[in-house]
């Protein structure tokens, strides 16, 4: 019997389309970022942040993230709005969110050692900025993190290599000449630091700290004309800046400018009277002008805020060698010798407040030279008496 060639193809796909089909597990599909919806989020989270809303900051931060998963700086923005809110935790786990997410990102791993830096966990800090020089030899913000790192531990001239590494790669960055530029003032390096400092002041003229910078330095090498503009600038700007007052009155000393000198570190101490580093200037100055009825007003003053202070006990004895020195030119042997062994006693009392070297051998000097001038005082006054 022969069977009809129709009638066995119907029945093998009766078969074979009845039989169970072998499931295939569909992938989940990548959500697409909605990147101008992350924009939007990152935008206002970041005005948030300006403001100082940062609770808000963090939620649109967060948003951002959620609309696209690879937006890196919305990663940084929120670790950085952690770390402000001194949220560590949170700010790590950020950074190595996006680490894990895109491991060849090298602002992943210098976000992180600049949290790690803050924290004070310097090895790890600097671990971080060394994986990121993995990913990119030339990576300037990494060698500038590795050189504050090395400023925070005192390793000055590890500090210099980098940061001059840094600018080499990055010679625009105004961050990284900043630094720079103090740590040349520091080493003393003026004109180095004036050079990298007057850089940063043209892009930014309205940044105070870089001015007080840039007027040491200035000062530092004798061109106080320039050093008095900036501390100028200062004070005009921020007239309760009582530190640069002092300053300010520092170059109109070099200047010889005294009066002037006078009216500053007096309206530093009007702003602050309770510092007692603001004293120290105009009692100097004073002792120079032998204004002596101002000196004691200040210095009982100064006194009773920081009653062994050893900077203070040297400049009285600063005072009395000077009344010393006057009643011997006039002649006067008595005040002489009772001023001068007064100043003996203060500087003798110098070297038991403090270890400071500068200081015990200022006061050192300071007897030795009243000492003498003592002997010659006693000299003059039998040879008077003899007569």
């Known amino acids: 019997m022969r069977w009809n060639i129709g009638i066995i193809w119907c029945t093998l796909l009766l078969i074979f389309g009845c039989a169970p089909q072998p499931k295939i597990q569909k992938l989940p599909e990548e959500k697409k970022p909605t990147v101008s919806e992350a924009k939007k989020y990152h935008s206002s989270g970041f005005e948030y942040f300006k403001n100082g809303q940062y609770e808000?900051?963090?939620?649109?931060?967060?948003?951002?993230?959620?609309?696209?998963?690879?937006?890196?700086?919305?990663?940084?923005?929120?670790?950085?709005?952690?770390?402000?809110?001194?949220?560590?935790?949170?700010?790590?786990?950020?950074?190595?969110?996006?680490?894990?997410?895109?491991?060849?990102?090298?602002?992943?791993?210098?976000?992180?050692?600049r949290l790690y830096t803050e924290e004070r966990k310097y090895v790890l800090a600097l671990q971080q900025y060394d994986k990121a020089l993995e990913i990119d030899p030339e990576d300037a913000l990494a060698f500038y993190g590795k050189g504050y790192v090395n400023e925070k531990t005192g390793d000055t001239g590890e500090t210099l290599r980098y940061y001059e590494r840094a600018k080499e790669l990055a010679p625009d960055d105004i961050n990284i000449r900043y630094s720079l530029g103090k740590l040349y003032v520091k080493l003393e390096r003026y004109e180095d630091g004036i050079r990298e400092l007057e850089t940063v002041l043209q892009e930014h003229p309205e940044d105070i700290e870089v001015r007080l910078f840039l007027g040491d330095a200035y000062a530092s090498v004798g061109r106080y004309r320039k050093a008095e503009e900036q501390f100028t600038y200062i004070v005009e700007q921020s007239p309760d800046y009582a530190a640069a007052w002092v300053k300010l009155g520092n170059v109109c000393v070099d200047m010889k400018k005294y009066s002037e000198a006078m009216g500053n570190y007096k309206k530093a101490i009007e702003i602050d009277p309770a510092q007692p580093s603001f004293y120290y200037h105009l009692v100097d100055l004073l002792v120079k002008l032998k204004n002596y009825t101002e000196v004691n007003a200040y210095l009982k003053k100064a006194f009773t805020i920081t009653p062994d202070d050893a900077i203070l006990v040297a400049l009285s004895g600063d005072l009395y060698i000077a009344k010393a020195d006057d009643a011997f030119k006039v002649k006067d042997w008595d005040t002489a010798i009772s001023n001068y062994q007064i100043a003996i006693n203060n500087y003798e009392k110098v070297k038991t407040l403090t270890d400071s070297p500068h200081w015990v051998g200022y006061a050192k000097k300071g007897i030795e030279r009243a000492q003498i001038q003592l002997k010659k005082a006693k000299e003059e006054r039998w040879w008077d008496k003899g007569k």
Request: hydrophobic residues 35%; proline residues 3%.
């Open 56 to 113: 808000d900051a963090i939620r649109n931060y967060k948003q951002a993230i959620a609309e696209s998963t690879l937006f890196v700086d919305a990663y940084l923005d929120l670790a950085r709005t952690y770390t402000v809110i001194h949220n560590y935790e949170e700010a790590e786990s950020t950074y190595m969110r996006l680490i894990n997410i895109l491991p060849n990102e090298p602002n992943g791993y210098y976000g992180l050692g």
